[in-house]
C-alpha cells in the first residue's frame, strides 16, 4: 500500500522549509491525493477493512481530505463528522488515536460524543465530486454551457442525455489521434458512432472531472484538468487533460477533442 500511496501523491522537487523547521528537497502534496476519489477508493477501502477489526464508532476528518468518508463508509458504518484536525474515536480495548487534533477541531461536540450523549451524524454512500466549480463560476457562453452539460451527465452515467447535446453530424476524438479506442485517429463522425462510444465508456460511477482552468472564445470552449475513470475490470486511472468544445448556433455540440496521453494513463492504473 506504501508504493501505491507514494505513485499517487503530487510531488515537487526543489528546496522547502517545512513548518517543523527542517528543510528538504520534496514536497508531497497530501491535500491533494483527496481531490480525486476514484484513485484512492481501493486504497481506502484496503485500510478500512484493517480497521474494522476494531471497531470504531467515528471517524473524523478534515474538509480537504474529506476523502475518508470513502474508508468510513466501508469500515461497516461508523459515524463521521468535520474537523480541522484527524482522529479516530475507537471502539473498547483500543483507546483514542489523535485526540489532539480531534478536541481541538470539535471540542465539546466531541466530549458529548464520545462520552455517548449524542448520536454521531452517519455518512451516506454518494463519494466526494471532484471539483468543476471554476468552470461553474465562470462566465456563461453556450459553448460554456454544453461543456458543463457534458461533464454533468457523463458524470452521472446518463449516456442518453449526453448524445442528445450533440448535432446530427458532430465528431469525437477522445482521445485525439489514434488510439486502441480508434485505431484511425479519425474520431467517431455523425450521432451513430457517437451513440456507440456513448454505450462503452459513459457509465454511472466511473468517470470524475477536475476542472482547474476554462477559457471561452467564440463559439469555442477549452477547459484544463484531470480526469479520473473506472473501468469495468474495476481498475483506476487518471490523466491530465485538455477538452475542446466547439458548438452550433443551437448550442449542439459539433465537435469535441480531448487531448490526453494513453500510455500515461495506463500506466497509472490500479
Not at 528543510?23 to 484496503?46: M, N, Q, T, V
Not at 470539535?106 to 471532484?130: D, E, N, Y
Not at 454551457?145 to 452521472?156: F, G, K, M, N, V
Request: include cysteine; hydrophobic fraction near 40%; aromatic fraction near 6%.
Amino acid at each position: 500500500m506504501h508504493d501505491q500511496i507514494a505513485a499517487l501523491l503530487p510531488r515537487r522537487e526543489g528546496h522547502f522549509v517545512f513548518e517543523s523547521g527542517h528543510h528538504g528537497g520534496l514536497w508531497l502534496d497530501l491535500e491533494r491525493l483527496f481531490l480525486r476519489p476514484l484513485r484512492i477508493e481501493p486504497l481506502a477501502k484496503a485500510l478500512a477493512e484493517r480497521l474494522a477489526a476494531h471497531q470504531p464508532e467515528v471517524v473524523c476528518g478534515p474538509l480537504v481530505e474529506w476523502g475518508l468518508r470513502r474508508c468510513c463508509w466501508s469500515a461497516r458504518g461508523p459515524g463521521g463528522c468535520r474537523a480541522r484536525g484527524i482522529g479516530l474515536v475507537s471502539g473498547p480495548g483500543l483507546g483514542a488515536l489523535g485526540m489532539p487534533a480531534l478536541r481541538k477541531g470539535l471540542g465539546a461536540l466531541l466530549t458529548a460524543r464520545v462520552s455517548g450523549r449524542i448520536q454521531p451524524t452517519p455518512l451516506g454512500t454518494r463519494g466526494l465530486a471532484m471539483s468543476i466549480q471554476v468552470l461553474l463560476d465562470a462566465p456563461k457562453t453556450p459553448a460554456r454551457e454544453a461543456c458543463i452539460r457534458s461533464i454533468q451527465l457523463s458524470t452521472a452515467g446518463d449516456g442518453a442525455a449526453w448524445l442528445e447535446l450533440f448535432a446530427e453530424d458532430a465528431v469525437v476524438q477522445d482521445p485525439y489521434g489514434p488510439s486502441p479506442f480508434d485505431p484511425s485517429g479519425k474520431g467517431q463522425q455523425g450521432k451513430a458512432a457517437i451513440k456507440a462510444f456513448c454505450a462503452d465508456h459513459i457509465r454511472p460511477n466511473t468517470i470524475a472531472f477536475e476542472v482547474r482552468q476554462t477559457i471561452a472564445c467564440g463559439n469555442a470552449c477549452v477547459i484544463v484538468g484531470t480526469i479520473t475513470t473506472k473501468g469495468p475490470d474495476g481498475k483506476v486511472a487518471w490523466c491530465e487533460i485538455v477538452n475542446h468544445y466547439e458548438v452550433n448556433d443551437e448550442g449542439k455540440i459539433v465537435l469535441l477533442r480531448s487531448f490526453w496521453d494513453f500510455d500515461a494513463r495506463v500506466k497509472t492504473e490500479f
